[in-house]
């Protein structure tokens, strides 16, 4: 190519790569094109639970519905730029969201063309475009479906950095703005982007000390840059930080603060310090990275819970394969890719800017591996420069063949994984159909209650109230579902009634005092806090007790319906909902876990049945074995719905004393091993034997895929 980079080779270049990123998304759409169980509404269903609470924010704004104490995110970027868009495109809403994060991700192809030509090698920018577009971490969160914040938010630091080494390096005025403006648009859109953005100024900040200390140059451009990297960064409102940003550039193109650079940053500094400053910056990271059980204090009660970030397996340290493989596709290619940055570093040291994206993807390896994400584009940009350098050393007229083919090579891996990676829709077309039906039957102000991972989908889907999704999820808000779920359906009904109307309680609360409690002048108790505190307790195991021994929860009257909804997929998690409420909430210890078993693994090893895991039923059907202890079994139960999909329930009795009950739920081809307290816990028994006393609970909807009771309390 020509030393002399022509737009028309930027935006050709491009067109290409974000053509290339795209059509790989689509192969997900090819392999599962007319599959039923995904499709509603004419439309393949989104892959994330996430989605649903911006799609659920979108889907209001659109219909101009907003209500006090409802969780909709009317007034968040991502909800916003959504309706924008399905208003002005003539697609379905469906459609949209699906198809969002495919067309956004695949914009990160551009920043990388732009750094390429910044350094003078476009071809080093065209193949990390290739590489981090499909790359798998990166291919993972910003596939077709997966409708969520990721889709730009890798794309608009990659921006900055592009804006950055082009400003340090040309110093031309125009990229001080750019990167201004970046900032703005991405803590606009991701509010959580603040430690990424005053990482970056800090490395800027290095680099304008080597500048004036190390090679006795000229600062002012550098100080004029981190000033208005410091003024983005406030905690103001947008629209003023936007329209002080533009005036202060004005005056500056028109002369009157080059003299003056150092004041500016001085007084930028102030008014940073003033809007919040270098207040806790780590915020939504130090919740993945710190794993201990939390505490939640009253005014005259402390309890402890069970974290979710104990049952995330994005926040756990990773194997270094895994690492590798999932910002560069293999181990070789990551570390030939690390290799390749470190080189295009030493000569190039504006790519030490990347140090923020590369550090905190780093922190994949022992914090989680959704940070992996971070690394892809300088990764790639290493990659493509050990490319652009070894194919260099071939003969002239070859090298563009020898560099097609190593980046082929370095392409194969993450294809791969882009063809085997079939990630299912949250839902099923058959579980989706029982939330819709609900959207007919619940009013917006009634309740329906299930575990966080399914709050967002349920609110979409409903269009109902929930208390736990997949942002208010915290030990002591899973506690009282938890809870209800393990206990008889008398606990299970008055805890999910209190839990309700103690919610309620709390909304009004904060709708009132709003101001005092964001500032901690008013503390707000968990709902389980206040159901022992006005039923006259002060200590969570005595009042625990007298709820089990029959004792009425003191709770505020009825005000609306609740709905308990139970779908096929929370049975392979139940173990994990239970261990929320098997916490000693005085102590914070956790106590002895209830046996379950679930497998689809039935193989005949002669004397016994092989169920996996060290499991098996011994060949008399009197005992499960594990691993060389024999444990009694009770009863073997068989399920297996007729013709009119009515559950028929068989009962073989094994003995009396025995210890364990076996389910063999035979239209699903699982099979369950449980003890007395999971047999007899709520959850068990109305989903999986649809046994519910009318007394508590009265069935709605129930199907093999779903069931929906309502509470009778």
Same mark, same amino acid.
């Given at each position: 190519?020509?030393?002399?980079?022509?737009?028309?080779?930027?935006?050709?270049?491009?067109?290409?790569?974000?053509?290339?990123?795209?059509?790989?998304?689509?192969?997900?759409?090819?392999?599962?094109?007319?599959?039923?169980?995904?499709?509603?509404?004419?439309?393949?269903?989104?892959?994330?639970?996430?989605?649903?609470?911006?799609?659920?924010?979108?889907?209001?704004?659109?219909?101009?519905?907003?209500?006090?104490?409802?969780?909709?995110?009317?007034?968040?970027?991502?909800?916003?730029?959504?309706?924008?868009?399905?208003?002005?495109?003539?697609?379905?809403?469906?459609?949209?969201?699906?198809?969002?994060?495919?067309?956004?991700?695949?914009?990160?192809?551009?920043?990388?063309?732009?750094?390429?030509?910044?350094?003078?090698?476009?071809?080093?920018?065209?193949?990390?475009?290739?590489?981090? &577009?499909?790359?798998?971490?990166?291919?993972?969160?910003?596939?077709?479906?997966?409708?969520?914040?990721?889709?730009?938010?890798?794309?608009?630091? +990659?921006?900055?950095?592009?804006?950055?080494?082009?400003?340090?390096?040309?110093?031309?005025?125009?990229?001080?703005?750019?990167?201004?403006?970046?900032?703005?648009?991405?803590?606009?859109?991701?509010?959580? &982007?603040?430690?990424?953005?005053?990482?970056?100024?800090?490395?800027?900040?290095?680099?304008?000390?080597?500048?004036?200390?190390?090679?006795?140059?000229?600062?002012?451009?550098? @100080?004029?840059?981190?000033?208005?990297?410091?003024?983005?960064?406030?905690?103001?409102?947008?629209?003023?930080?936007?329209?002080?940003?533009?005036?202060?550039?004005?005056?500056?193109?028109?002369?009157?603060?080059?003299?003056?650079?150092?004041?500016?940053? /001085?007084?930028?500094?102030?008014?940073?310090?003033?809007?919040?400053? $270098?207040?806790?910056?780590?915020?939504?990271?130090?919740?993945?990275?710190?794993?201990?059980?939390?505490?939640?204090?009253?005014?005259?009660?402390?309890?402890?819970?069970?974290?979710?970030?104990?049952?995330?397996?994005?926040?756990?340290?990773?194997?270094?394969?895994?690492?590798?493989?999932?910002?560069?596709?293999?181990?070789?290619?990551?570390?030939?890719?690390?290799?390749?940055?470190?080189?295009?570093?030493?000569?190039?040291?504006?790519?030490?800017?990347?140090?923020?994206?590369?550090?905190?993807?780093?922190?994949?390896?022992?914090?989680?591996?959704?940070?992996?994400?971070?690394?892809?584009?300088?990764?790639?940009?290493?990659?493509?420069?050990?490319?652009?350098?070894?194919?260099?050393?071939?003969?002239?007229?070859?090298?563009?063949?020898?560099?097609? /083919?190593?980046?082929?090579?370095?392409?194969?891996?993450?294809?791969?994984?882009?063809?085997?990676?079939?990630?299912?829709?949250?839902?099923?077309?058959?579980?989706?159909?029982?939330?819709?039906?609900?959207?007919?039957?619940?009013?917006?102000?009634?309740?329906?209650?299930?575990?966080?991972?399914?709050?967002?989908?349920?609110?979409?889907?409903?269009?109902?109230?929930?208390?736990?999704?997949?942002?208010?999820?915290?030990?002591?808000?899973?506690?009282?579902?938890?809870?209800?779920?393990?206990?008889?359906?008398?606990?299970?009904?008055?805890?999910?009634?209190?839990?309700?109307?103690?919610?309620?309680?709390?909304?009004?609360?904060?709708?009132?005092?709003?101001?005092?409690?964001?500032?901690?002048?008013?503390? /707000?108790?968990?709902?389980?806090?206040?159901?022992?505190?006005?039923?006259?307790?002060?200590?969570?195991?005595?009042?625990?007790?007298?709820?089990?021994?029959?004792?009425?929860?003191?709770?505020?009257?009825?005000?609306?319906?609740?709905?308990?909804?139970?779908?096929?997929?929370?049975?392979?998690?139940?173990?994990?909902?239970?261990?929320? &409420?098997?916490?000693?909430?005085?102590?914070?210890?956790?106590?002895?876990?209830?046996?379950?078993?679930?497998?689809?693994?039935?193989?005949?090893?002669?004397?016994?049945?092989?169920?996996?895991?060290?499991?098996?039923?011994?060949?008399?059907?009197?005992?499960?074995?594990?691993?060389?202890?024999?444990?009694?079994?009770?009863?073997?139960?068989? +399920?297996?719905?007729?013709?009119?999909?009515?559950?028929?329930?068989?009962?073989?009795?094994?003995?009396?004393?025995?210890?364990?009950?076996?389910? $063999?739920? &035979?239209?699903?081809?699982?099979?369950?091993?449980?003890?007395?307290?999971?047999?007899?816990?709520? $959850?068990?028994? @109305?989903?999986?034997?649809?046994?519910?006393?009318?007394?508590?609970?009265?069935?709605?909807?129930?199907?093999?895929?779903?069931?929906?009771?309502?509470?009778?309390?």
């Amino acid at each position: 190519m020509n030393h002399i980079i022509t737009t028309k080779q930027i935006v050709l270049l491009s067109l290409m790569a974000f053509a290339f990123s795209f059509l790989m998304r689509l192969i997900w759409v090819y392999q599962f094109n007319g599959y039923e169980p995904y499709i509603f509404n004419s439309q393949f269903m989104i892959g994330t639970n996430d989605g649903y609470f911006w799609a659920e924010g979108a889907r209001d704004i659109l219909g101009n519905t907003s209500e006090v104490n409802y969780n909709s995110p009317i007034n968040l970027a991502m909800s916003q730029i959504t309706a924008l868009i399905a208003r002005v495109l003539p697609f379905s809403f469906e459609t949209v969201i699906f198809y969002m994060s495919a067309f956004f991700g695949s914009l990160i192809v551009i920043p990388l063309i732009l750094i390429g030509k910044v350094l003078g090698k476009i071809e080093v920018g065209f193949i990390a475009a290739l590489i981090a &577009s499909i790359a798998w971490s990166y291919y993972n969160r910003t596939m077709v479906g997966y409708f969520d914040t990721d889709m730009l938010n890798i794309v608009l630091p +990659t921006f900055l950095l592009w804006s950055l080494i082009a400003g340090l390096n040309l110093r031309e005025d125009r990229y001080i703005l750019f990167s201004v403006l970046i900032i703005v648009l991405y803590r606009w859109w991701y509010p959580q &982007s603040y430690s990424l953005e005053l990482a970056f100024f800090i490395i800027v900040a290095f680099y304008t000390g080597y500048r004036y200390f190390k090679q006795k140059e000229d600062i002012s451009f550098e @100080l004029i840059l981190s000033g208005f990297m410091l003024l983005a960064m406030m905690s103001v409102d947008d629209i003023v930080k936007f329209f002080t940003i533009v005036i202060l550039y004005a005056i500056y193109k028109a002369g009157y603060l080059k003299k003056y650079s150092i004041y500016f940053l /001085l007084f930028a500094f102030l008014a940073f310090l003033l809007a919040g400053g $270098f207040e806790p910056i780590i915020g939504k990271i130090k919740g993945y990275i710190l794993k201990d059980q939390s505490s939640v204090s009253g005014d005259i009660l402390s309890l402890h819970f069970y974290r979710v970030v104990q049952t995330i397996k994005e926040a756990g340290s990773i194997p270094f394969e895994l690492f590798a493989s999932r910002i560069s596709g293999h181990t070789i290619a990551f570390l030939f890719s690390f290799i390749g940055y470190i080189w295009l570093s030493f000569k190039h040291k504006s790519m030490l800017l990347a140090l923020p994206l590369v550090g905190l993807g780093f922190l994949a390896y022992s914090s989680g591996l959704r940070f992996t994400i971070y690394t892809v584009p300088p990764m790639a940009l290493g990659a493509g420069y050990l490319i652009y350098m070894v194919s260099n050393l071939s003969v002239k007229p070859k090298n563009y063949i020898f560099m097609g /083919l190593l980046t082929t090579l370095a392409l194969a891996p993450n294809i791969a994984h882009i063809i085997d990676y079939k990630t299912p829709t949250v839902f099923n077309k058959n579980e989706v159909e029982v939330l819709d039906k609900m959207k007919s039957i619940a009013s917006r102000e009634d309740y329906i209650l299930s575990w966080w991972d399914y709050g967002y989908p349920i609110r979409y889907y409903s269009d109902v109230k929930t208390i736990i999704d997949g942002g208010i999820h915290g030990g002591k808000n899973n506690y009282p579902f938890s809870y209800a779920m393990k206990s008889s359906q008398e606990i299970a009904s008055n805890v999910l009634r209190a839990d309700v109307e103690y919610e309620e309680k709390r909304l009004e609360k904060f709708s009132k005092f709003k101001e005092e409690i964001e500032s901690k002048e008013i503390n /707000l108790d968990s709902n389980i806090a206040q159901m022992i505190l006005e039923s006259g307790f002060k200590d969570a195991n005595d009042f625990l007790a007298y709820v089990e021994s029959g004792g009425e929860i003191k709770m505020p009257p009825k005000s609306r319906e609740i709905y308990l909804f139970l779908p096929n997929d929370m049975l392979s998690i139940f173990p994990t909902i239970s261990k929320f &409420s098997k916490i000693d909430l005085m102590s914070g210890k956790m106590g002895k876990e209830p046996f379950f078993f679930m497998t689809r693994f039935m193989q005949d090893r002669g004397n016994y049945i092989d169920l996996g895991r060290g499991v098996a039923f011994d060949k008399s059907g009197k005992y499960v074995l594990i691993g060389d202890t024999k444990i009694p079994l009770k009863h073997f139960i068989t +399920t297996k719905y007729d013709k009119d999909m009515h559950l028929q329930i068989s009962v073989d009795s094994i003995g009396e004393d025995g210890e364990l009950y076996a389910i $063999f739920m &035979s239209d699903y081809r699982q099979l369950l091993l449980l003890d007395e307290e999971m047999f007899n816990s709520t $959850f068990i028994q @109305l989903f999986v034997l649809e046994k519910y006393d009318e007394k508590y609970f009265q069935p709605v909807i129930v199907t093999p895929f779903a069931k929906v009771y309502k509470v009778m309390r």
